[in-house]
């Protein structure tokens, strides 16, 4: 397959090399200004392929000299192309040194040095993962490169007080002429994503951390004055960080002073720099007038991620990108533990299990479907996708399950010895748990290397005169692109067998010792098809299978609807009480979209579920708020072919009603009975209770109109973000007769506040209405909207395509061109960010064919814009394949 124009060069992982030059200390001095920094290195390079000449990475650099050894090269000496730098006649060991001039104030693609903010107000700071090093220095820019750096910043005093590199301070001073320095020493080798600065008028806040070897470390987070104040939450959500992968994981920080930087200018969430990780502001402010629930949450696990990269990505970093998932995978795994251990494990995993099925499987059921290790790409910025991140965190807990919490911890240990200030592969991580545990885990690469998601089909019979239930378990896989055979997966099954009382029934297969028996087990589905015989068993049993969601699969049971309203009701599994309901909802949902009413007794037999949740005091509300939010739309079309959005979404606009209706008096006591809650606590049990009044409150609204006056008074009456936001939402979803005073209200009292702005547009784009469309467009021209602000895209054209399918898919075809078109607008700017929306047309051949007709056409119209990005060329060459 050859690339679309625009396209970089397929690479391969199969093509791998080690370097034929490494680099072992870098001296770096930057004169840092908004319009032109000169940045000077100092590179001491080794030889280690005589026959290699020396070709550095080097991009959107105006080099100004070049010299080897003291020495400077004429212009015959060397070659600057588009992407390389080349110096033939060099041989190693040599010290090359280099003086370059760049623009940060011209950088929108925000990679590399960039200006956020304005010329005037702003800072500078820099993105160098993945490849956005070269656009600072000439380098080795390849993950596999790790060097000892010492970096100097030079700048002016007033305008840049604040100087931040990776590694532990070394000095600072005047210059004279008004402008100052500072000198950083990292002295743990790093590679250059790895690498960052930060300059400007930044406030900061700080506390001391002693770890368990006894370091003490000032932990300091900086932001604009503006935002100062909100960063209290992420300073203790550090600091438990911190602690918890001491205690979890037996990791300790190590340097002197950990930095942390909230920007409002960036494409991803947040990055991990050594020692200086920078921060989507997103993702680091947070208190409760200005942020939600959700965002304390966030703040929490995004800080956790970054930090706990320091050792899963940092010290043992990734040989290559197509590794990225040895980092990503396992940080996301951690981060997970993480917020489980500190908030509810339960939601935890219905969330992460929602944002798979979403974001995951239908990647994963389309063009742009690849490995968790994919074997080749064109733009790697393409690839931090929901497959390497989840479904790499995916694959991480299943080793977590197969090897137990003990055994898990003695292979992470083993990973991090053997391959410490080093860049390891996924089969060293394999190797690691396995040699630490005795076990041979190399069947479990073909989850790495296989895309797709699998189907799991279960199947149980009793057998009662032999006193023992069997369950059969099938897999399956479908193609995906390139990979049209596809291997058996090693896939772990937790199971349990509840009888009719609800308990759990000792699992004991034919043959085994009867003392060994437990409660609940993994049953390892290694190969196409397994039965397993369970004995002792004198009565049907109801299975609970996957508990806790053990695998990534999709599972097929043929459990019936009753055996899954018991478990609905009664699983000691939180998550999987939330599974089996579910299941139910996704039987009702095939059942109103193929047009028939809903059987009344499995309609009748979920909402008792549900409603005993909402009744039930022992029950965490959290779960029961979770039980009350039914699938969205885009995971409840998974494995469907010709879909059709709007069908899909009034079908499931029924289910989502018919519950409200049926559970109104219900909701209208739970809803009342929890509206005694402290307004400005935001402690897990707090969160949990409010996540429910806040469901009660949506259905009450969606059931019946008579339930606005509620809506209105938590509007009016709201002192925290969380309250005031789901009153709003629940006004616009019933086009309440105040819904549009409340909407400016709500603009008018934020104005200013980018990030509560932010969520006033994704409100507003995600209506599951097609006029959404028109609001859409009008807003992209309001003067809080911004092109060059990835959370703003994110927030509005973004949130309109990737999140609210039923406008987005209108027939009328207005949805995709008004995308189309932002996403030509942006593609300009910020390349990274436009090959993000662009995957929203990605799934387009699943969709019914007007539908796709006119998919097709937008994608071919993007297509053949002249001076595509690569990022997008290569998306929009992938979904047309
Ligand atoms: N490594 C970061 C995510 C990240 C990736 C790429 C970026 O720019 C191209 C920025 C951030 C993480 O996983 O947290
Ligand atoms: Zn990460």
Not at 588 to 608: I, K, N, V, Y
Request: aromatic share 8%; charged share 25%.
């Amino acid at each position: 397959m050859s690339e679309p124009a625009g396209a970089k060069p397929t690479r391969f992982l199969r093509d791998y090399r080690a370097p034929a030059w490494r680099i072992d200390d870098v001296e770096l001095v930057f004169d840092l200004d908004a319009a032109a920094t000169i940045v000077q290195a100092r590179l001491s390079l080794r030889q280690d392929d005589a026959a290699a000449p020396l070709e550095l990475d080097a991009e959107a650099l105006e080099l100004l000299e070049l010299r080897i050894d003291g020495r400077v090269l004429g212009a015959d000496e060397f070659s600057l192309a588009a992407d390389r730098l080349v110096v033939p006649g060099a041989r190693g060991p040599l010290v090359l040194e280099s003086r370059v001039r760049i623009a940060p104030e011209r950088n929108t693609a925000l990679q590399g040095l960039y200006l956020s903010g304005t010329r005037e107000q702003g800072f500078l700071l820099t993105q160098c993962e993945a490849e956005g090093f070269r656009r600072i220095t000439p380098f080795l820019d390849r993950s596999d490169v790790l060097a000892r750096y010492r970096v100097t910043l030079r700048a002016d005093r007033a305008r840049y007080p604040v100087l931040l590199a990776n590694g532990n301070a070394d000095g600072a001073g005047e210059l004279g002429d008004g402008r100052h320095w500072a000198r950083f020493v990292d002295p743990h080798p790093k590679p250059s994503y790895l690498f960052a600065l930060v300059a400007g008028r930044l406030e900061s806040i700080e506390r001391t951390f002693v770890t368990a070897e006894g370091r003490r470390v000032r932990l300091v987070i900086h932001a604009e004055a503006d935002a100062i104040g909100r960063c209290g939450w992420a300073m203790q959500c550090l600091e438990q960080a911190m602690r918890w992968d001491e205690e979890r994981f037996g990791r300790c920080y190590d340097l002197d002073a950990f930095h942390v930087v909230a920007t409002h200018d960036f494409t991803m969430g947040a990055m991990e720099n050594k020692g200086l990780n920078i921060f989507n502001a997103k993702y680091l402010l947070a208190d409760p007038a200005s942020a939600t629930d959700d965002d304390h949450r966030h703040v929490l696990a995004v800080v956790g991620h970054e930090y706990f990269h320091n050792w899963s990505g940092n010290r043992v970093t990734c040989r290559d990108w197509f590794q990225l998932c040895l980092k990503e995978g396992l940080t996301v795994y951690r981060e997970q533990e993480f917020e489980s251990d500190l908030a509810s494990r339960t939601l935890r995993r219905i969330e992460d299990v929602r944002l798979l099925w979403r974001a995951q499987f239908s990647e994963d059921a389309g063009p742009l479907a690849h490995p968790v290790r994919p074997d080749r790409y064109s733009e790697i910025n393409n690839f931090y996708t929901a497959t390497v991140y989840e479904k790499g965190a995916e694959i991480v807990r299943m080793l977590g399950v197969v090897l137990g919490r003990d055994g898990f911890r003695r292979g992470l240990d083993l990973y991090f010895a053997r391959h410490d200030g080093h860049a390891a592969t996924i089969e060293d991580f394999l190797a690691a748990l396995g040699d630490a545990n005795g076990v041979d885990l190399s069947p479990w690469l073909a989850w790495y290397e296989q895309a797709g998601t699998p189907e799991l089909r279960a199947s149980g019979r009793h057998d009662a005169r032999r006193r023992c239930y069997e369950l059969t378990l099938e897999q399956h896989t479908a193609p995906t692109p390139g990979q049209p055979h596809k291997r058996a997966l090693p896939i772990p099954v937790a199971i349990a067998l509840f009888d009719a009382a609800g308990r759990a029934l000792p699992l004991r297969l034919d043959g085994e010792d009867a003392d060994t028996a437990a409660h609940e087990r993994v049953l390892l589905l290694d190969r196409d098809a397994a039965t397993f015989r369970f004995a002792d068993i004198d009565e049907e049993p109801t299975p609970s299978l996957l508990r806790g969601f053990s695998a990534p699969v999709r599972l097929v049971q043929d459990t019936p609807p009753p055996a899954l309203a018991a478990l609905a009701r009664h699983d000691s599994d939180g998550f999987n009480r939330w599974f089996a309901g579910d299941a139910l909802v996704r039987r009702l949902f095939a059942q109103a979209l193929a047009g028939s009413e809903p059987d009344a007794a499995l309609f009748a037999a979920w909402t008792a579920c549900v409603g005993s949740a909402l009744d039930d005091p022992g029950v965490d509300p959290a779960l029961a708020a979770e039980m009350l939010t039914i699938a969205d739309a885009t995971s409840l079309a998974d494995g469907l072919a010709d879909i059709d959005p709007e069908a899909v979404h009034q079908a499931r606009a029924r289910i989502e009603t018919g519950l409200a209706v049926a559970l109104a008096s219900k909701l209208v006591r739970r809803h009342a009975a929890l509206g005694d809650l402290d307004d400005l606590a935001v402690d897990p049990a707090t969160q949990a209770r409010r996540r429910l009044r806040n469901a009660c409150l949506a259905a009450l609204c969606r059931a019946d109109a008579a339930h606005a006056p509620l809506a209105r008074a938590q509007y009016a009456r709201a002192r925290n973000l969380t309250d005031r936001l789901a009153a709003l939402g629940a006004l616009l979803g019933m086009r309440d007769t105040e819904a549009d005073a409340a909407l400016a209200d709500f603009a008018e009292r934020h104005a200013g506040d980018a990030l509560v702005l932010d969520k006033w547009f994704s409100l507003q784009a995600t209506e599951a209405d097609p006029r959404a469309c028109e609001r859409v467009a009008a807003l992209l021209v309001h003067p809080a909207f911004r092109w060059s602000n990835p959370n703003n895209v994110y927030a509005l054209p973004g949130a309109f395509a990737l999140r609210n399918p039923r406008a987005f898919h209108r027939v009328d075809g207005d949805g995709y061109r008004l995308v189309a078109d932002a996403i030509l607008r942006l593609d300009a700017l910020t390349p990274q960010v436009a090959a993000r929306l662009a995957t929203a047309f990605g799934a387009w051949r699943r969709y019914e064919p007007l539908r796709r007709a006119l998919m097709r056409r937008e994608l071919e119209r993007m297509l053949g814009r002249e001076r595509l990005s690569p990022d997008l060329a290569d998306i929009l060459g992938r979904s047309l394949a």
